[in-house]
């Protein structure tokens, strides 16, 4: 069975879903996966919620889950019973990704961090 699955990148490191400068959507079937797409993350124009935008954008590509380094609790919501959230941080995409083929990152169901976003983040996991 193939799925995919979408990551915000900053170089090849994974990030957050308002943070990385672009969008990497990986096809994977099996233990083998292969990057299949690649764009600049539309939260980097956008001025509020900007991981929502990222988030739309991955929905849109119809990816089966998002690896990231962090989300807030508007992504959490915003995706919740669509695709699944798995946590990467200090990660890079192919570390992430050999890790969720083998199944060894953790399910996101709260929020990574509390608000204000950048002023005093305080990381839950």
């Known amino acids: 069975m193939t799925n995919k699955v ?14 990385g400068a672009e969008i990497h959507i990986f096809e994977v079937e099996h233990t083998k996966y292969k990057l299949v797409e ?6 980097i124009k956008a001025t509020t919620t900007r991981g929502i935008h990222m988030l739309k ?9 998002i690896i990231v380094s962090e989300i807030g609790a508007p992504g959490v919501n915003f995706l919740k019973n669509k695709i699944k959230i798995y946590y990467a ?3 890079n995409e192919n570390e992430a990704m050999e890790f969720y083929i083998n199944s ?4 996101i ?11 005093g983040n305080t990381h839950k996991l």
């Not at 954008?57 to 889950?65: I, N, P, Q, T, W």
């Open 109 to 119: 169901a709260i929020a990574t961090h509390e608000s204000p976003h950048h002023d």
């Open 6 to 19: 979408g990551l915000p990148v900053n170089g090849s490191n994974v990030s957050g879903p308002g943070e």
């Open 89 to 91: 941080n200090n990660m």
């Open 38 to 43: 690649s764009y600049e993350n539309p939260a």
């Open 57 to 65: 954008s991955v929905l849109s590509k119809h990816v089966d889950a």
């Open 104 to 107: 060894k990152l953790e399910e």
